[in-house]
């Protein structure tokens, strides 16, 4: 610079601020006092976009101990069923009800209309009225019950390695092993009684000789195929409106499972329990997998299939000026 008129103008330096927002904050957040969605839509947030820490998980979903990649659905036998079993669900999740109705339509053709699996399960409007306790109607709506919580399971991205059943819920494993189809399965169902009481170690079979010993044959290149080599299920969901096999499956693990390990053992829904809690608090035990919970959140109508953006991160953050503190 030189001359006689040269000037300089100095402005104040100001250094940048650092925004309390994050691009496309939502500045709306007025909510009523019995707004669900809001809730939802926070838990969301959190579980789908934040990082997950093991050591700040709730209480109910215990810290892993190993990888829990192998599920095992358990399809109990007859026992567990209550007069009002399915009905929370069938009030609450859509899917749940369009198998009942679907597994109704063709038990209704198959035994002449003497009586309805929807009248059964869901219109009783008391323990009075109920048939749940005949063996005629016990066995189908326990089967309906199963295939409609693995239909649900399944639309959760929950899929099992294994499938195993004990006595009348053979017929939902085939069914939903994809050995019989859905009409075959309900006609077994209602053709179908109890014969025998096996023990754990022992299960009878009848019928013909030559067909007999073609069964036990196959059965004996499964096990030197595969079970002797595929790795054992950790996880063990028993598909049924109550859990009566927990303690049968712990002692069969225990006893042909060397790792020191236990299995986690899981049920769907609890005798007079509310049924859609019990079903989530066992999912949260057993998985955090972002996939489960997108597609879980994705059933309550809370999450399109596709990503946008502006449905994360639209809360306020913190205020970090990101300042170096040093201390010497």
Not at 53 to 61: D, I, N, P, R
Not at 87 to 97: A, C, D, G, I, V
Not at 113 to 126: P, V
Not at 158 to 185: C, K, M, N
Request: net charge neutral; with cysteine; glycine share 4%.
């Amino acid at each position: 610079m030189g001359g006689t008129t040269t000037h300089v103008i100095i402005e104040e330096y100001q250094p940048n601020k650092t925004s309390i927002t994050n691009g496309h904050i939502n500045g709306y957040h007025i909510r009523n006092d019995d707004d669900q969605a809001f809730l939802q839509r926070i838990s969301q947030q959190l579980l789908l976009k934040r990082t997950i820490s093991y050591q700040h998980l709730a209480s109910l979903a215990q810290r892993p101990q190993i990888t829990l990649t192998k599920i095992c659905f358990v399809f109990s036998g007859h026992g567990p069923p209550w007069w009002t079993m399915g009905r929370q669900l069938y009030e609450s999740e859509s899917l749940f009800t369009k198998w009942i109705h679907l597994i109704d339509g063709e038990m209704t053709k198959n035994n002449n209309g003497e009586w309805r699996l929807l009248e059964e399960l869901i219109e009783k409007k008391n323990e009075q009225e109920s048939r749940i306790n005949d063996i005629n109607i016990a066995q189908p709506t326990l089967f309906g019950i199963q295939v409609a919580l693995t239909a649900l399971l399944v639309s959760w991205n929950i899929y099992p390695s294994s499938i195993i059943s004990h006595s009348t819920g053979d017929q939902a494993a085939a069914f939903v092993a994809g050995r019989l189809t859905l009409g075959e399965t309900v006609r077994i169902e209602h053709l179908a009684c109890i014969a025998v009481v096996n023990s754990p170690r022992r299960v009878t079979i009848s019928g013909d000789e030559k067909q007999l010993m073609k069964y036990n044959k196959f059965l004996q290149y499964l096990i030197q195929m595969y079970l002797k080599h595929d790795e054992a299920a950790n996880v063990f969901l028993e598909i049924s409106p109550h859990s009566v096999l927990a303690t049968s499956i712990r002692e069969c693990y225990e006893l042909t499972n060397q790792q020191q390990q236990s299995p986690l053992i899981l049920l769907t829904l609890k005798r007079k329990e509310d049924e859609q809690i019990t079903l989530i608090t066992s999912l949260a035990q057993f998985t955090t997998s972002s996939q489960v919970w997108q597609q879980y959140f994705h059933t309550r109508q809370i999450l399109p299939m596709k990503n946008h953006a502006e449905y994360f991160d639209n809360f306020p953050l913190y205020k970090f000026h990101l300042s170096l503190c040093w201390y010497e």
